[in-house]
């Protein structure tokens, strides 16, 4: 175990592992969920401010956001991330580059995918080499195709 975090409410626990997983604990010692995608030792870790995600750094080279059902919810390629206080921002470095991102709070993630949609359907409906499925993300169906 590399690193231990409290949550918010001070209910859960976080722990960062050589073993490349990050993993969610109650405060009786069972474990909750696990966090796998990392290629490596997972080096930190952190709760948002909301207790609702959990970010990652590894010796991967990555940061990752998570919800605590273990699932990840965003990648960032660097060597060093660190998140402002309030999450609205995580910085990577690269070499001699540092990379601002905005950081998207589960409950706006919806919006992010609604206006992504609006922006890409023009290409589902005009592109026949589009499968069924993709189609599906954006609720466009291949009748609607052109």
């Known amino acids: 175990v590399w690193q231990v975090a409290f949550s918010p409410t001070g209910d859960q626990l976080a722990t960062s592992g050589a073993d490349g997983t ?6 009786n010692g069972n474990e909750i969920a696990q966090f796998e995608g990392h290629q490596g030792p997972v080096l930190q870790v952190a709760f948002s401010p909301t207790g ?20 990840q919810v ?16 995580i910085a990577i470095a690269d070499n001699d580059i540092v990379k ?8 706006h993630l919806d919006k992010l995918l609604v206006s992504a949609c609006q922006r890409l359907i023009p290409f589902l409906t ?3 080499d589009i499968s069924d499925e993709d189609l599906t993300l954006c609720n ?6 052109n």
Request: proline share 5%; net charge negative.
């Open 74 to 89: 965003a990648e960032f390629e660097g060597s060093h991330g660190t998140l402002d206080n309030d999450w609205r921002y």
């Open 126 to 128: 005009n592109n026949r």
């Open 22 to 27: 990050a993993r969610l604990w109650d405060l």
């Open 52 to 71: 609702d995600q959990l970010a990652t750094s590894g010796e991967d080279g990555t940061a990752r956001l998570w919800d605590l059902a273990g699932n």
């Open 140 to 145: 466009v169906s291949p009748s609607q195709q």
């Open 100 to 107: 601002l991102w905005p950081v998207y709070p589960l409950e």
